[in-house]
T-cell receptor, first 114, second 111 residues
Framework: DARVTQTPRHKVTEMGQEVTMRCQPI?????VFWYRQTMMQGLELLAY????????DSGMPKDRFSAEMPDATLATLKIQPSEPRDSAVYFC????????????FGQGTRLTVV | EDQVTQSPEALRLQEGESSSLNCSYT??????LFWYRQDPGKGPEFLFT???AGEEKEKERLKATLTKKESFLHITAPKPEDSATYLC????????????FGTGTRLTIIP
């Protein structure tokens, strides 16, 4: 059963600490997205990659957020330093350009910054 | 800029009471309108993709339709297990896989 896997599922951290969220996309998918979901804003795109290359990170605060794909099986989203306003659920999704064009989402990482 | 507006924000129905959810969109060169279902504490689950006005897709009690300005998700004789938040998203242009989401409709089906 192919699925997107995110770790950790929950993270509580103190303001100023570094947070790293990880995502394993569905094997063979060549597009990876990072979304943030809050009650106020809904789902917002932070960044997305195609074939491991970043294509759009305009939704991401560049001074504290960074997204990378070290290899085809791992995507990471880092926040350094974290702030209380970063508290949200972060979702990773993957898809395959040109065929199954829908994106499949992981279960998310619920981040709380205190 | 792409915009997606969903209405109503919340909808409560009795079991068996049919209704429709609305998704209005503004996008340059629509290349897919997507419906997702999201249960509490979980990620969005893909339901349908619609590509052109007049297209319809069905899955169990759900039917999605598309016009040039909006999409409807019709739910027929819903059951309590259909309770969830339903999200609509659009994708535009070629070479751009980004999905822009609406804020969703929270549907509650009362037994």
């Amino acid at each position: 059963d192919a699925r997107v896997t995110q770790t950790p599922r929950h993270k509580v951290t103190e303001m100023g600490q570094e947070v790293t969220m990880r995502c394993q996309p569905i094997l063979g998918h060549n597009t990876v997205f990072w979304y943030r979901q809050t009650m106020m804003q809904g789902l917002e795109l932070l960044a997305y990659f195609r074939n491991r290359a970043p294509l759009d990170d305009s939704g991401m605060p560049k001074d504290r957020f960074s997204a990378e794909m070290p290899d085809a099986t791992l995507a990471t989203l880092k926040i350094q330093p974290s702030e209380p306003r970063d508290s949200a659920v972060y979702f990773c999704a993957s898809g395959l350009v040109g065929k199954n064009t829908e994106a499949f989402f992981g279960q998310g990482t619920r981040l709380t910054v205190v | 800029e792409d915009q997606v507006t969903q209405s109503p924000e919340a909808l409560r129905l009795q079991e068996g009471e049919s209704s429709s959810l609305n998704c209005s969109y503004t996008v340059s060169g629509l290349r897919g309108l997507f419906w997702y279902r999201q249960d509490p504490g979980k990620g969005p689950e893909f339901l349908f993709t619609l590509y052109s006005a007049g297209e319809e897709k069905e899955k169990e009690r759900l039917k999605a339709t598309l016009t040039k300005k909006e999409s409807f998700l019709h739910i027929t004789a819903p059951k309590p297990e259909d309770s969830a938040t339903y999200l609509c998203a659009v994708r535009r242009g070629f070479g751009n896989e980004k999905l822009t989401f609406g804020t969703g409709t929270r549907l509650t089906i009362i037994p």
